[in-house]
Structure formats: C-alpha cells, structure tokens
T-cell receptor, first 113, second 118 residues
Framework: QQQVKQSPQSLIVQKGGISIINCAYE??????FPWYQQFPGKGPALLIA?????SEKKEGRFTISFNKSAKQFSLHIMDSQPGDSATYFC????????????FGTGTRLTVIP | GAVVSQHPSRVICKSGTSVKIECRSL??????MFWYRQFPKQSLMLMAT?????????EQGVEKDKFLINHASLTLSTLTVTSAHPEDSSFYIC??????????????FGDGTRLSIL
C-alpha cells in the first residue's frame, strides 16, 4: 500500500519555467515531509523539508507548499535549469525525520534548454 | 557535513555468493541507520532500521536471515545479502541520522550499491 502518492510520474519543463510536483498522504500521524533529489546511480539528497505547522517553506529556488486539511504538499522549482533534471521523491514520516520514511513513487524531471 | 559513504558502489557476483555492503557516517555519529532497496525507476522501500548496539528491526516481508544487518558502532552499519540469487539484484541504499540530537534530524543517504547477481 502506497502511503504517499506522487504525481506526475514524469515532467518536462522549459528552462526558466516552474516545475511543480504534487504529493498526497492519508496518515495524519505524519509530521515531517521532506523532498529528495536523486541523480542516476546516486543516493537521494535532501532538498527541503517542512513540518505541518507551516504552510510554506522556501529555500532558494525550491518551495514547499503544504495543505494540512487536504493532506497534500507540493514542490515548486522556480526558474528551472537543465541541472535540475533528476528524479524527485517526496516522503513522509511520523515523529520527525529520524524515523522511517515513506517515499512517493518519484517524478522524473527533465528541463530542456 | 553529514556525509554517508557506502561501499562498494557496484558488485557483480555469481548466484549463491554472500555479499557485504558497508555504510559509514564520516563526520557524525549515526545512532540510527536505515537500509532501503530500490528497483529501477521505482521508489525506495525500507528494508530495515538498525540502532547502534541493538538488533535491527525488519519491515514486513523482508527476510532477516537473508539480509543480515550489523550496526556495531556509531559510524558503521553493514548489510550482508546471504546466498544471493538473481532476484536479489537491486540498488541498495543506506541512510543515517543521529537521533540523539532529536527527532527532527534528517536522514542522510549514501550513494547506493548496485548489486547484480548472475
């Protein structure tokens, strides 16, 4: 059973555009929502994370929007660059990031010049 | 900071061989390490959680006698795939965190080990 649902499966964006990836969850016990970036043959790297007490968090070109009532959260990549081309995973865990992470199915982002 | 090193990066071996994968936290103490498995173009699936000095906790459906996990020190955890078979071929990734610093500590991932069983 997929605890975190992610869409779209793949995304193609023009350089300079906005990439938007969405995730949804059911378990209200989740209280930590990170996004990871993974390049081929590498492990995931933490991009940005949010807790449910805030609705938005921004770090550079990356923004997480969080809707607690809808149990949804999304990643926005502003001014997308070819170097952002990678697979992005959302995740969720209970009682913080130091516990089991439930990953979404991933979104393969391609930014075309 | 927070570097996790995983070794080897790639293993190719014959069916029936046992393979050991190491996961090291280089610049922090990893009280907890996680082992994940990832099939091509799929998500990461948690296999087990190990706390330093304790037995690992395995997720449902993961054979603990098949996937032996040792976490004997605060900087090293190992995963041994015993008597590996072609269906064990996968990308194995570890992550580490320091729970002593609180529950909000992020997991830091290694670069994974590509295991191919012939």
């Amino acid at each position: 059973q997929q605890q975190v649902k992610q869409s779209p499966q793949s995304l193609i964006v023009q350089k300079g555009g906005i990439s938007i990836i969405n995730c949804a969850y059911e378990n209200t016990a989740f209280d930590y929502f990170p996004w990871y970036q993974q390049f081929p043959g590498k492990g995931p790297a933490l991009l940005i994370a949010i807790r449910p007490d805030v609705s938005e968090k921004k770090e550079g070109r990356f923004t997480i929007s969080f809707n607690k009532s809808a149990k949804q959260f999304s990643l926005h990549i502003m001014d997308s660059q070819p170097g952002d081309s990678a697979t992005y995973f959302c995740a969720a865990s209970k009682r913080g990031g130091a516990n089991n992470l439930f990953f979404g199915t991933g979104t393969r982002l391609t930014v075309i010049p | 900071g927070a570097v996790v090193s995983q070794h080897p990066s790639r293993v190719i071996c014959k069916s029936g061989t046992s393979v050991k994968i190491e996961c090291r936290s280089l610049d922090f103490q990893a009280t907890t390490m996680f082992w994940y498995r990832q099939f091509p173009k799929q998500s990461l699936m948690l296999m087990a959680t190990s706390n330093e000095g304790s037995k690992a906790t395995y997720e449902q459906g993961v054979e603990k006698d098949k996937f032996l996990i040792n976490h004997a020190s605060l900087t090293l955890s190992t995963l041994t795939v015993t008597s590996a078979h072609p269906e064990d071929s996968s990308f194995y990734i570890c992550s580490a965190c320091n729970r002593d610093r609180g529950p909000n500590q992020p997991q830091h991932f290694g670069d994974g080990t590509r295991l191919s069983i012939l």
